[in-house]
């Protein structure tokens, strides 16, 4: 069973819900954290750089920190490679959409 992490932007000045979700990747028991290659997130560097735009949630709706959810990612980089992943800089990147 796995965890899926997301990205909450452009929240709306009336109500405050986001506008805009993006889903930045997900974890699973025995293998390193899985990233959603997508235009703004293409490496670890532009990664980190994007979490700081919004509010990350699990898809339980948790709300982590930036460090939280560098921690979970550390914490995952001893598991397994996935199959058919893009690997940039030790990282495993799925293009495709995925959840």
Do not use: A
């Amino acid at each position: 069973m796995g965890t899926n992490y997301y990205l909450k932007t452009d929240f709306c000045p009336c109500c405050g819900k986001p506008r805009k979700t993006i889903h930045l990747g997900r974890t699973s028991h025995g293998w390193k954290f899985l990233f959603h290659k997508q235009p703004r997130i293409f490496n670890y560097k532009s990664f980190c750089k994007i979490i700081d735009t919004g509010i990350i949630e699990d898809e339980y709706e948790r709300q982590l920190s930036k460090d939280d959810l560098i921690d979970i990612i550390s914490s995952f980089q001893n598991g397994k490679d996935h199959d058919e992943v893009e690997i940039i800089d030790g990282y495993n990147f799925l293009e495709s959409d995925f959840c």
